[in-house]
């Protein structure tokens, strides 16, 4: 069974910087995209960004181009996600997830075997 678990969420000040991580056990994530995604209470969960297996592709939602950045080491068999420039809009449960489909999307539906979730408070 494919195990992700992320970690690194916490509580920041608007403005700040956390990074995301999504490591896997039992299964290499080489052979999938992996997508990190989000839900904020009251809302659907939102995809917020996605990297290809081999890492050369990456897509991004509208809301956080030019403040996230997803990068993977799969010598580590981890994705990382890197968030700058957090606002109180930002705060939510962070998932990441993987998929196996013929392109990095953004598409919840696409994607499985999702982790527990990480708590991503940004507050003053």
């Known amino acids: 069974q494919l195990q992700l678990v992320e970690s690194g969420g916490g509580l920041v000040q608007p403005g700040g910087s956390l990074r995301l991580s999504c490591a896997a056990s039992r299964f290499t994530l080489d052979y999938y995209h992996i997508g990190w995604f989000r839900q904020a209470p009251g809302k659907e969960r939102e995809g917020v960004s996605c990297?290809?297996?081999?890492?050369?592709?990456?897509n991004y939602a509208d809301s956080v181009k030019g403040r996230f950045t997803i990068s993977r080491d799969n010598a580590k068999n981890t994705v990382y996600l890197q968030m700058n420039g957090l606002k109180p809009e930002d705060t939510a449960v962070y998932y990441c997830?993987?998929?196996?489909?013929?392109?990095?999307?953004?598409?919840?539906?696409?994607?499985?075997?999702w982790g527990q979730g990480t708590q991503v408070t940004v507050s003053s």
């Open positions: 990297i290809s297996k081999g890492g050369g592709s990456t």
């Open positions: 997830a993987v998929s196996s489909t013929g392109f990095c999307s953004l598409t919840r539906t696409l994607f499985g075997s």
